[in-house]
């Protein structure tokens, strides 16, 4: 596609659900990365793969959270047993190879009530 | 670790003023500086980004950013700015974390600017 798409673009959850967020990265990126943007915590990383692997989950905030991406392709942020504290805008972005900077979807907004 | 800093949370200004958001990083190594805008509504868009040369890089939309080494600053400026500018704006750094993978971005904590007409 043209740009980085995600889904869903808005999300409401009860607290203690699991929550599936999807990313489809721009055709032949081979970066994806995962961000969090969410009042007084500014926009902070998650995760990062390249290609299929996760050479960086330094950002995931508890064994709740996780990561996969199939194929080079689209990749789905998991959280188990959400908290209100997760309610956040969840970013994602691609790159191409050795490209240094990051497109950026548009985002999904979850709320967990 | 890296860790960017803006000085101001919120900026407002009238039409045909100049503007210089400030950015300051911290790290040890060779860095590539970017600034990313996030118009209302809209997702964050690259700006302009610095990797290495000319330290004065121009970008979209009139924006230029200095990158002075000493100071470990990136602080972004436009002579003259319209309401359409109106938007948060994000410093963000990173590094070549081998090869030709470079990691993720670390960014600061944005900076809203407000331009009246």
């Known amino acids: 596609g043209a740009g980085v798409s995600q889904s869903p673009s808005n999300k409401v959850t009860e607290k203690g659900k699991d929550v599936e967020l999807r990313c489809d990265p721009i055709?032949?990126?081979?970066?994806l990365y995962w961000y969090r943007q969410s009042l007084g915590q500014g926009l902070e990383f998650l995760i990062y793969?390249?290609?299929?692997?996760?050479?960086?989950k330094s950002g995931l905030p508890s064994d709740r959270f996780s990561a996969e991406r199939t194929g080079g392709s689209v990749s789905t942020l998991t959280i188990q047993r959400t908290q209100q504290e997760d309610s956040a805008v969840y970013l994602c972005?691609?790159?191409?190879?050795?490209?240094?900077?990051?497109?950026f979807g548009p985002g999904t907004r979850l709320t967990v009530l | 670790a890296q860790s960017v800093s803006q000085h101001n949370h919120h900026v407002i200004l009238s039409e045909a003023a100049s503007l210089e958001l400030g950015c300051n990083y911290s790290y040890g190594g060779t860095v590539n500086l970017f600034w990313y805008v996030q118009y209302p509504g809209q997702h964050l868009q690259l700006l302009l980004k610095?990797?290495?040369?000319?330290?004065l890089v121009k970008g979209i939309k009139g924006f230029e950013a200095e990158f002075i080494k000493s100071k470990f600053s990136f602080n972004l400026r436009k002579p003259s700015v319209q309401w359409s500018d109106t938007a948060e704006y994000f410093c963000a750094v990173n590094s070549n974390a081998g090869g030709t993978s470079y990691g993720k971005l670390t960014f600061g904590q944005g900076t809203i600017l407000t331009v009246h007409p």
């Open positions: 055709s032949g990126h081979t970066a």
């Open positions: 610095y990797f290495s040369g000319d330290p």
């Open positions: 972005a691609s790159s191409s190879y050795g490209m240094a900077w990051q497109f």
């Open positions: 793969f390249q290609g299929n692997s996760a050479p960086d």
